[in-house]
């Protein structure tokens, strides 16, 4: 009786071994037709390319959020010419604008959406394969240079109000700028003293424009208020002037520029703080020095802040978001400049 028991448990035991072995069978079978259908398909992608002799393929590797390409999949597979995704029978565009500042040129500008899945999937491929994508905004702007892809404007979300990147680019880049301080931890009364005399400059070094954050430091009564919100401290040393010029530079180009002089009784030359505008008496010498600065910090459009100080010129910071009112005195149109500069008009 036992034996029969043995003898069944047996069979059972190389049934379930036999079953499993058939699963694992079919399962071998499955993935090499899978393996053969994936070899045809590349066969297939390399024929288009070998059609197409300058393509080339780009991986794409975008951000967890972007989950609506090609369903859930995380990894794309572009085929690329010269910057341009190949598709039959579809004209893709050399640009793209995300954010609202082209919409006077003839570059198309869907918006810029919360979340990439709220674009529809055609506008998801127009914009991947776009030759350049115009203001995508500093979330997408970050994810898209992650991905290999050209913005425009280049260093222009990470400067934007960044007043210590801005200094730590100029001096890496050896570009004549006031003498500036940044101050983290303790003592750091002490130690700017050492570094600096009275009067000074303390700024917010993130975020702060319009001249808002700009502290003018006459002793360590103001150094210690200042310290007391400010951490780190951003430090320059003051520059007895009367005036700054903003030089707008765009792709390279000089756009505008202007004086910007302090109304009486303030030392801030911003125009939101009282301060007049002039077109008199510009130095070309300070035009050229501006654009030089924007093409060397590889800055796509910025106003620039220049004055002039013991006999040379110094940049003061780069505004990506800078004001209109230079512009609307000479009844310019910023937005029509920048569709103009576009469309090579």
């Not at 994936?38 to 989950?67: D, M, T, V």
């Not at 979300?157 to 006031?178: R, S, V």
């Not at 303790?186 to 001249?211: C, H, M, N, W």
């Amino acid at each position: 009786m036992q034996e029969a028991r043995s003898e069944k448990r047996g069979e059972g035991r190389r049934t379930d071994a036999q079953t499993r072995g058939m699963e694992y069978g079919e399962r071998r079978a499955e993935d090499r037709c899978s393996q053969q259908r994936r070899r045809e398909q590349g066969e297939k992608i390399r024929g288009k390319e070998a059609r197409a002799p300058a393509a080339q393929f780009r991986f794409l590797l975008l951000a967890p959020h972007f989950n609506n390409i090609a369903g859930s999949g995380l990894l794309i597979l572009l085929p690329w010419s010269d910057g341009f995704m190949h598709m039959e029978n579809k004209a893709l565009p050399p640009m793209i604008s995300l954010g609202k500042r082209l919409r006077k040129s003839p570059v198309r500008c869907v918006g810029v959406k919360p979340n990439w899945c709220d674009y529809p999937e055609e506008w998801q491929t127009e914009i991947v394969s776009a030759k350049k994508i115009c203001y995508p905004g500093p979330v997408y702007g970050r994810i898209f240079e992650a991905a290999g892809l050209k913005i425009f404007p280049r260093n222009y979300y990470h400067f934007l109000g960044n007043k210590i990147a801005q200094t730590d680019l100029f001096n890496l880049l050896e570009i004549p700028h006031p003498r500036t301080g940044i101050y983290y931890g303790r003592d750091r009364l002490r130690r700017i003293e050492g570094d600096f005399p009275y009067p000074l400059i303390a700024k917010t070094p993130v975020g702060s424009s319009q001249g808002r954050g700009v502290f003018l430091i006459h002793g360590p009564k103001d150094l210690s208020k200042y310290l007391e919100t400010h951490n780190p401290a951003y430090i320059q040393e003051y520059l007895s002037t009367d005036r700054d010029l903003r030089a707008v530079v765009i792709g390279g180009r000089l756009v505008h520029a202007y004086w910007r002089i302090h109304r009486e009784g303030d030392f801030r030359n911003n125009v939101a703080q009282g301060g007049a505008i002039s077109f008199e008496n510009i130095p070309a010498a300070a035009l050229d020095f501006a654009v030089q600065t924007a093409r060397k910090c590889g800055f796509d459009e910025a106003g620039l802040d220049i004055c002039e100080f013991a006999g040379k010129y110094l940049v003061l910071e780069a505004n990506m978001v800078y004001g209109q009112e230079g512009f609307r005195k000479k009844d310019l149109d910023i937005y029509k400049m920048i569709a103009d500069l576009f469309t090579g008009t």
